[in-house]
């Protein structure tokens, strides 16, 4: 079993950093009601000069993934913590909708969502780090059915987790329905882990 080495201390500065930065890029954003604010003017914001941005951040639209890989640990934590036993479907619901009311600011997570998806280089983004999230769901979903061992069909349920998911958003984003984003999370949910486990049966 491979254990991660824990991240020196400049490498932890150097996400810190990263996540200063995409923060004061979120609220330039969210207060401008657009995705319109320069590098040189989140720069200023943050104390920093423009060729730091671009080292951690090659173009401008790079720097929301930190603001995305924080809000989606817990989902990972949720998945890698869950025991077998438990209900696939709770567990996936939990997993990909208790974030943003942990953190209390609903509001501001949905204007910011509604601008990336509004902005097709900031929705480019968004949508690529959803697939990071493909690995690890499969992983999941692997403790608990018998996933097809070719890679595209066993990728297969998790990549139509992330669709689900990715569709919920989108629709919470333009309607502010929550409740509605967990119902059409469950039903997803249970419509792909029912297919799972219909495959299962002899």
């Known amino acids: 079993m491979t254990v991660d080495k824990p991240a ?18 979120r609220d330039m954003f969210l207060a401008a009601g657009s995705t319109s604010a320069t590098v040189e003017r989140i720069c200023e914001t943050v104390g920093i000069a423009p060729r730091t941005f671009h080292r951690h951040f090659p173009v401008k639209e790079d720097v929301v993934l930190p603001l995305f890989r924080r809000f989606g640990s817990l989902s990972l934590d949720v998945l890698a913590d869950a025991g077998v036993d438990g209900d696939a479907v709770e567990v996936l619901v939990e ?6 009311p942990r953190r209390g600011r609903m509001d501001v997570d949905r204007a910011f ?7 097709p280089q900031y929705r480019l983004r968004w949508l690529d780090w959803g697939q990071d999230l493909v690995e690890p769901i499969t992983a999941f979903l692997d403790r608990r059915f018998d996933l097809d061992s ?16 990715r569709y919920a958003y989108e629709d919470w984003a333009e309607h502010g329905n929550f409740a509605r984003l967990r119902d059409t999370l469950s039903s997803a949910m249970r419509m792909i882990t029912g297919s799972l486990e219909s495959l299962d049966r002899p």
């Open 8 to 25: 020196t201390l400049t490498a932890r500065r150097a996400d810190e950093l990263r996540l200063t930065i995409a923060l004061a890029a």
């Open 95 to 100: 997993a990909f909708s208790t974030e943003v």
């Open 150 to 165: 070719e890679p595209y069909v066993r990728e297969l349920p998790a990549q139509l987790i992330v669709q689900a998911c």
């Open 113 to 119: 969502l509604a601008l990336m998806i509004s902005d």
